[in-house]
Nanobody
Framework: QLQFVDSGGGLVQAGGSLRLSCAASGFTLDYYAIGWFRQAPGKEREGVSCISSSDGSTYYVDSVKGRFTISRDNAKNTVYLQMNSLKPENTAVYYC???????????????????????WGQGTQVTVSS
């Protein structure tokens, strides 16, 4: 069974940093594109970033470009999301998920949709105070 454990969230002041981790079990990450999504109260789930399974190419939603960095360590079967210069509007539950259909290079011209992904983590809360 494919499972993720999301961790690394917490409470941080605006301008601070957090590193989220997404540890996989039951499968090898190598063959999957991995995405990070977030969902704030009363809002729809939003695709934040994605990293390709094949060539390491990445996608970021415009609002986080230059501040967030996604990376993967296949040896540790883990994907990370480094979040710098955090803003109160980044407050949300963050989830990682896997996609066997690697659409990383298409995101930007098309929406990074949650329907492209399966095997979701349980989520980790990120709260940014002003």
């Amino acid at each position: 069974q494919l499972q993720f454990v999301d961790s690394g969230g917490g409470l941080v002041q605006a301008g601070g940093s957090l590193r989220l981790s997404c540890a996989a079990s039951g499968f090898t990450l190598d063959y999957y594109a991995i995405g990070w999504f977030r969902q704030a109260p009363g809002k729809e789930r939003e695709g934040v970033s994605c990293i390709s399974s094949s060539d390491g190419s990445t996608y970021y939603v415009d609002s986080v470009k230059g501040r967030f960095t996604i990376s993967r360590d296949n040896a540790k079967n883990t994907v990370y999301l480094q979040m710098n210069s955090l803003k109160p509007e980044n407050t949300a539950v963050y989830y990682c998920a896997a996609s066997s259909a690697d659409r990383t290079k298409k995101y930007g011209s098309e929406l990074m949709s949650a329907s492209d992904f399966g095997s979701w983590g349980q989520g980790t809360q990120v709260t940014v105070s002003s």
